[in-house]
């Protein structure tokens, strides 16, 4: 390549991620300034360090981590970019905490196309900046052709918690309502439909959002009430209810009836043989709620765009085998498991 | 058991298959099990086959004499 | 969703165990056995149990093509799928289910092997399709209701000339099961009527039961798997056997007539013919209750084609599935219930798929367990 090569712009069309892009050199600088800074942009980005600093606002920190290998990397309703924002962000808002910034790791194959690296880094500006989070801090690397599946992106976010919130997952008490923000399995239902072998057609969208503007009005009229919130992503409501019950040494009863699933979310489990309430959600949250704080929350949450459907689908009880019971919607009663392993489409 | 579950056939294509909806849902599966399959009909499907076709008078006649059961003993 | 959602009911269902209530005979006991794993699963799922008087109990039958299925045939398979050159295809529900010393399909795919998950016989063609230079296996499961999508899959390969397709032939019969039950009955407790499969019957149609009805003096009733379809041939059973009646009747008649689905019948009398023996996992040996490809189609058929043979392999001795299979004993009877033997790892049949009698009770009912316990 000669030097005037060089400084041509990078071919966001047709070209692709080559191992020099995560060498260090003028094309990694390249491949960050034309792809991530320009999706991402905002101040601290702008200064170009290894590290930014930043004012933190009076009240506890909360920091937290995650990473993202989704396939496939585009679906219905969103893609890994959006999912990784809005993700972080719900790990953080859940603590009851208001984000603040984020931090991305790109870990992409050598060979992926740079159109779809814009894509996403494109798809995850547009997702900071909706949500008023900016990613901060970042970092890419380039591994061989076949070391990765297409892009890993490992984010980590960090917020501040107002001084008397402490929401823990030991906190469940018998007498607690269960609230749920919205409708089950969106998520899951829209990834499986663009699977290979699995692939069926749906309007169902990825309900990928982030939650903290609905956190913070349930925070403004309920937050004394509130034991513990969680977002149900994979493994469903039911791994959700299930953890709580361990780490709060209760049980929980729920009902079938109340429990908002959209009728092609329940078409599609059918068709694959499986269970809703084990189908991952990106953009819904469960509140343990004290009793007299229940109608307070649940009229915040209905009064958010994201909390439209709330409803109350359970309580806590008390029960020293911490089972999940769920009274069918047909009369009868079951419990609702842990998952074993993963959640297969089965025939029989 | 055998997995399978009632679906509407939407639209009759070439080689024996069919794009069947469930609730919206949509899926391309084989009807070559069947014959005389017309668009609107409801099929039971097992494994992206359709195995059978529904009877919907039979159908309702079941749903009509579940319902009558309830009528009698609860009156 | 359309003829799913007013077989759910609850209200219906009220009426439903109002009337068996009523019908039932507070004097005797009924015990009737659901042959497939698609009532036990409607069952369970439900809470049906809760719906049901206290005399009348419901068997859980071997109906599931997963659960039947022995671990030397699994080892088969995992035999295959060791092969370098081989791309084995298959369905979601045998991803987990154990081989000998805690393999499975699931493991060999993570130790290297080259295993996919299909939802079809149609998607293993296509993969046959776009990659010529593999062997493509299919490993076919299932009952009466799941062998035709087989064998068109056959008559597809032939017609598109796929000579790397073959499928590794593992399809069983119900009525031979129904009749090793049945004949096992006096050392068992006593059956006194049947919940006849729902979608093998579309394929069979309901003629077939007439042979256990009459033989045997035993009321056969056809039931969709819907839980108000299962609690309307309940009901059924329970007037048969009050009135001393054995006779086939078709609950699902909605979907099932009495000679089934000819065409589907004709294709597998085509492709296939019966073993003279196949080993059922908790029945044992039953004769001619599986099927095989014929001679004709020599060339699909993997256990020819890779000279595989057969493996047999037991199950834990400590297992029930036997004694559970013939209604003696329930789950919570056997001493690896829960301890040793849960669904993450299995040690027998009932445990293996969602639909096994001791996997339903752990997953869905083993509450019920803890309350008996409580008032007793
Ligand atoms: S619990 Fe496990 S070992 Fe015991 S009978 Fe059931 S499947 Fe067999």
Redesign the pocket.
């Known amino acids: 390549m000669s030097a005037r090569q060089r400084h041509l712009k990078l071919d966001l069309a047709a070209g692709r991620v080559e191992l020099s892009h995560g060498a260090g050199g003028r094309a990694m600088a390249q491949l960050i300034a034309e792809v991530f800074h320009q999706a991402l942009d905002n101040e601290w980005l702008r200064r170009g360090n290894d590290q930014s600093a930043f004012d933190v606002a009076a009240g506890r920190m909360v920091m937290t981590t995650d990473g993202y290998v989704i396939s496939p990397l585009f679906f219905p309703g969103g893609d890994i970019g959006s999912l990784a924002v809005h993700g972080t962000i719900n790990d953080v808002a859940m603590a009851g905490a208001r984000p603040l910034y984020l931090s991305a790791s790109f870990i992409i194959e050598e060979g992926f196309r740079l159109a779809d690296l814009k894509k996403i880094a494109d798809s995850m500006g547009r997702a900071a900046r909706e949500a008023g989070v900016p990613v901060i801090t970042g970092d890419t690397k380039v591994v061989e052709r076949g070391k990765a599946d297409g892009v890993f992106i490992s984010t980590a976010g960090v917020g501040v918690l107002p001084h008397g919130l402490d929401l823990s997952a030991d906190k469940a008490r018998p007498g607690d309502k269960v609230l749920l923000s919205g409708s089950l399995g969106d998520h899951g239902v829209a990834v499986m439909s663009r699977r290979q072998n699995l692939a069926f057609e749906t309007t169902i969208q990825s309900d990928s959002a982030a939650l903290h503007g609905l956190v913070g009005e349930m925070v403004a009229v309920a937050g004394a009430g509130l034991r513990v919130m969680r977002d149900p992503t994979r493994g469903g409501l039911a791994a959700t209810l299930n953890e709580l019950a361990q780490q709060s040494c209760v049980g929980f009863r729920i009902d079938e009836d109340g429990l908002p699933i959209k009728p092609q979310v329940a078409a599609a489990c059918e068709l694959l043989g499986i269970d809703p309430l084990y189908v991952a959600n990106e953009g819904k949250l469960i509140a343990i709620v004290a009793p007299e704080h229940t109608d307070a929350a649940l009229a915040a949450m209905r009064a958010h765009p994201l909390g439209r459907e709330a409803a109350i689908i359970g309580e806590v009880v008390e029960d020293e085998h911490r089972f999940v019971q769920m009274t069918t919607a047909f009369g009868g009663g079951r419990i609702v498991d842990w998952l074993a392993g993963d959640q297969l489409p089965r025939i029989c | 058991m055998c997995l399978a579950i009632p679906a509407e056939v939407i639209e009759l294509l070439p080689d024996q298959m069919a794009r069947v909806s469930v609730d919206g849902v949509g899926k391309l599966v084989s009807v070559a099990l069947l014959d005389e399959l017309a668009i609107g009909d409801y099929v039971v499907l097992h494994v992206g086959f359709a195995l059978t076709r529904i009877d919907p008078e039979e159908a309702r006649r079941t749903l009509a004499l579940l319902g009558q059961l309830g009528a009698e003993v609860l009156a | 969703m359309k003829y799913v959602d007013e077989y759910r009911d609850g209200k219906l269902a009220r009426g439903v165990a109002a009337a068996i209530a009523r019908d039932s005979d507070p004097a005797r006991n009924y015990a009737l056995m659901e042959f497939c794993g698609g009532h036990t699963h409607a069952i369970s799922r439900y809470g049906l149990e809760d719906l049901l008087p206290g005399n009348v109990r419901m068997v859980h039958g071997p109906g599931c093509p997963v659960c039947v299925l022995p671990v030397g045939r699994i080892d088969m398979a995992l035999q295959l799928a060791a092969k370098p050159n081989v791309t084995l295809c298959c369905y979601g529900d045998l991803m987990r289910v154990p081989g000998s010393r805690g393999n499975s399909l699931l493991r060999a795919k993570a130790a290297g092997a080259d295993i996919r998950m299909v939802y079809s016989t149609l998607d293993a063609l296509v993969i046959a399709e776009a990659e010529p230079s593999r062997d493509v296996v299919f490993f076919a499961i299932g009952f009466e209701t799941t062998t035709p999508p087989t064998a068109l899959s056959i008559r597809l390969a032939l017609k598109r000339d796929l000579g790397n397709f073959s499928v590794f032939c593992n399809h069983v019969l119900t009525p031979s099961a129904i009749e090793r039950i049945l004949a096992c009955d006096s050392d068992g407790v006593r059956i006194d009527g049947f919940v006849g499969p729902a979608h093998v019957s579309t394929v069979i149609g309901t003629a077939p039961f007439r042979r256990f009805a009459q033989d045997f003096a035993k009321p056969v009733v056809v039931a969709g798997f819907e839980p108000l379809d299962v609690m309307q041939a309940i009901l059924m059973l329970i007037r048969q056997v009050n009135d001393g009646r054995h006779e086939v009747e078709n609950q699902y008649i909605r979907a099932v007539t009495e000679h089934g689905n000819r065409i589907a019948q004709a294709e597998v009398a085509d492709i296939f013919e019966l073993r003279e023996n196949f080993e059922w996992r908790?029945l044992g040996q039953l004769p001619d209750s599986a099927l095989r490809l014929k001679d004709a189609y020599a060339g699909f058929d993997a256990e020819r084609r890779f000279a595989l043979d057969d493996i047999s392999a037991s199950?834990?001795p400590?297992?029930?599935?036997g004694?559970?299979l013939r209604g003696v004993?329930r789950?919570a009877e056997?001493?690896?219930?829960?301890t040793?033997?849960?669904p993450e790892t299995?040690?027998?049949?009932?445990?293996?798929s969602s639909e096994?009698?001791?996997?339903a009770h752990?997953s869905y009912g083993r509450f019920r367990d803890h309350a008996r316990r409580k008032t007793a």
């Open positions: 908790g199950d834990n400590a297992c029930e599935c004694a559970i004993k789950p056997c001493r690896l219930f829960g040793v033997c849960t299995p040690m027998g049949s009932c445990m293996v096994g009698a001791c996997a752990w």
